[in-house]
């Protein structure tokens, strides 16, 4: 090797370029992931968009919300999609967005009248859907900034999100460290795991809230779309959609997704529990339970484009949720508006207001504890 290349390669290694250079994320089709400017918010913090690529799949995520504001995939016939509903700008998302694409936290869905007891004592949340605190109060996780570093190695092509949750945010105790990494691996796969630590006892459950449309966001509703669920019971809920405690099994109910489905065959039935929520926004209670490793829950296929999604988790639930919100009063990049059932959540997490039931699997996380927790999308197209 002449001295001038080794220079070269001495001065690569020592920027940290040679391992990106030669990962084998590279040879599977991976980029470094790209950053550019997606806008700035009223404070003058700028929010960047970066674009990861591997394995077939491209995924757009914003330092914002950890927001993914566009997932790309293909069709049986090769023709790429984005199936996930969300804006081309950044003042949408601040101003009217029910929650796309977002990291969700410090507790995905609703706590009870906004308070838990903890150790004895009584913390009152920041109350913004009724009497309940839904997905971490007013300004939850999915309105912060992250702190986004990039990766390129033997795992794929992703970024580290990090956030510092004060003492006391939202009423939350406990200042909650929190680093969300998200990969696509070189087949593809969009992985996720989420680590968190404090520093006074707390509650957490954190989770995605992206809206899927495996035929494309605008292209119509998801009523076409066939599910299954690896779950035999679900929590009933009250009619601000708090559990009533209850585990109701499935069988022989709209809610029994146990054999593939599709989802409009069930969803204008008039049962109770699909009247007060206008369609399904449940948790499913998943026959796994909480596991260290994931495992596979959740099957969702486009039957038109072929473009199917699996979900695999370490997470003891998962709320569908059938876009029941969608009015048509926001419109997507594609420039068509999404009415309701134009896009549905797959959102794995613990029960909703588990920190007020004992029963439930717990979600308190204390000092010196790690809070863990992964979820994995595969996507192919047959
Ligand atoms: C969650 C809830 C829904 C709704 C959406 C956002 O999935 O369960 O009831 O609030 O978020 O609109």
């Known amino acids: 090797m002449d001295t001038s290349r080794r220079t070269v390669l001495a001065a690569a290694a020592a920027t940290g370029l040679m391992a990106a250079a030669t990962g084998t994320a590279y040879a599977s089709g991976g980029r470094q992931p790209v950053r550019e400017l997606f806008g700035t918010l009223a404070d003058g913090t700028k929010v960047h968009r970066w674009t990861l690529q591997n394995g077939g799949t491209r995924l757009k995520v914003l330092s914002y919300g950890g ?28 101003s009217s967005s ?13 706590i009870g009248g906004g308070r838990f007891t903890l150790d004895g004592e009584e913390y009152r949340l920041s109350v913004n859907d009724g009497q309940n605190s839904l997905h971490g109060g007013a300004e939850g996780f999915d309105k912060r900034v992250w702190d986004v570093e990039p990766f390129t190695d033997r795992t794929g092509v992703g970024l580290v999100l990090r956030y510092v949750s004060a003492d006391g945010e939202m009423g939350y105790p406990g200042t909650l460290k929190v680093a969300v990494t998200y990969t696509l691996t070189p087949r593809g796969d969009w992985r996720i795991d989420y680590t968190a630590t404090t520093d006074r006892a707390t509650v957490v459950n954190l989770t995605n809230h992206t809206y899927y449309n495996l035929a494309g966001e605008g292209a119509g509703d998801i009523l076409g779309h066939e599910l299954r669920l690896a ?43 699909l009247v007060l929520a206008k369609g399904y926004d449940h948790n499913w209670v998943l026959d796994k339970g909480v596991t260290d490793r994931p495992q596979p829950v959740a099957w969702l296929r486009d039957p038109q484009s072929g473009r199917t999604m699996t979900i695999a988790t370490t997470e003891p639930g998962v709320q569908f949720y059938s876009g029941n919100f969608l009015d048509g009063t926001l419109a997507g990049p594609s420039g068509r508006t999404y009415r309701q059932g134009d896009g549905l959540c797959l959102e794995t997490q613990h029960f909703p207001d588990s920190p007020n039931r004992p029963a439930f699997p717990s979600t308190v996380l204390r000092p010196g504890g790690t809070y863990r927790s992964t979820t994995v999308h595969g996507f192919s197209a047959r």
Request: aromatic share 10%; glycine share 12%.
């Open 231 to 273: 779950a035999s019971r679900y929590t009933p809920a009250d009619a601000t959609l708090i559990p009533t405690g209850e585990l109701a099994g499935v069988a022989g109910t709209p809610f029994d997704f146990r054999q593939r489905k599709r989802i409009g065959d069930g969803i204008r039935t008039a049962h109770p529990q």
């Open 98 to 110: 029910p929650y796309f694409g977002a990291l969700i936290g410090r507790y995905g869905n609703r």
């Open 67 to 94: 927001i993914v504001q566009s997932l790309e995939i293909p069709d049986r016939r090769g023709r790429y999609a984005n199936v996930s509903l969300g804006f081309d700008d950044l003042d949408a998302y601040v």
